[in-house]
């Protein structure tokens, strides 16, 4: 886990650059730990237990958004991308963030 992820025995408490990490098995660098990731998806409590398996989109609507991964603040059991929880989208934290996506040139 201290090759991938920041988190709570190894981040000094604060957030890092993205890429002083090894990549996941992936080859996707800070997938876990370092900030939560918000999502667009909206959080239901069970939705995720019976949605479908593969790109499970979330309820259709929600108060609440969707944060994966885990931070720098947590305990390294929660640093999995498909550990989902769920704040209201107005809410702030040091331990959050997102992910900007763009599609590779070719």
Not at 29 to 50: A, F, I, K, L, R
Request: net charge positive; with cysteine; proline share 8%.
């Amino acid at each position: 886990m201290d090759s991938i992820a920041w988190y709570g025995n190894n981040s000094g408490s604060a957030t890092h650059p993205v890429g002083t990490k090894s990549p996941n098995g992936l080859g996707i660098y800070d997938m876990s730990g370092n900030v939560w990731e918000w999502c667009q998806d909206w959080y239901g409590d069970s939705y995720y237990s019976t949605s479908p398996r593969q790109n499970p989109t979330g309820p259709s609507v929600g108060s609440n958004r969707v944060l994966r991964g885990g931070s720098w603040i947590n305990r390294p059991d929660f640093l999995r991308a498909a550990n989902r929880y769920g704040n209201a989208p107005g809410f702030r934290f040091g331990s959050l963030g997102f992910r900007l996506v763009l599609p590779q040139v070719r």
